[in-house]
């Protein structure tokens, strides 16, 4: 599976983006996606879940703001962010796997496929 993540920015605290992450070389509607971030001097980190159903999943620091979805037809993941914070200042990274279990879902050494990372700066 090969990843190519979009849409990240410079915005203004209390603004929105929409991330997009395409994928090709597999059948997408057979990859569990996941969306990471690394904010600079920081680990990776959790960010959002989908899976193959449509199921969900977010940490607690984007719940509420963040909800990712996917569109099949389109072999497309997206992140919606709303009310972004400085502290949301990160290089985003989308994530698949095909073999991944639920229940590991939220463990980044545990996807196989990666994205190459879109950077998003949130303004005080």
């Known amino acids: 599976v090969q990843l190519q993540a979009s849409g990240g920015g410079l915005v203004q605290a209390g603004g929105s983006l929409r991330l997009s992450c395409a994928a090709s070389?597999?059948?997408?509607?057979?990859?569990?996606m996941g969306w990471f971030r690394q904010a600079p001097g920081k680990e990776r980190e959790f960010v959002a879940f989908?899976?193959?159903?449509?199921?969900?999943d977010y940490s607690d620091s984007v719940k509420g703001r963040f909800t990712v979805s996917r569109d099949n037809a389109r072999n497309t993941v997206y992140l919606q962010m709303n009310s972004l914070k400085p502290e949301d200042t990160a290089v985003y990274y989308c994530?698949?796997?095909?073999?991944?279990?639920?229940?590991?879902?939220?463990?980044?050494?545990?996807?196989?496929?990666w994205g190459q990372g879109t950077l998003v700066t949130v303004s005080s």
């Open positions: 070389g597999r059948t997408f509607s057979s990859v569990r």
């Open positions: 989908i899976d193959r159903s449509g199921g969900t």
């Open positions: 994530a698949a796997d095909s073999n991944l279990i639920f229940s590991s879902r939220r463990a980044d050494s545990l996807y196989h496929y």
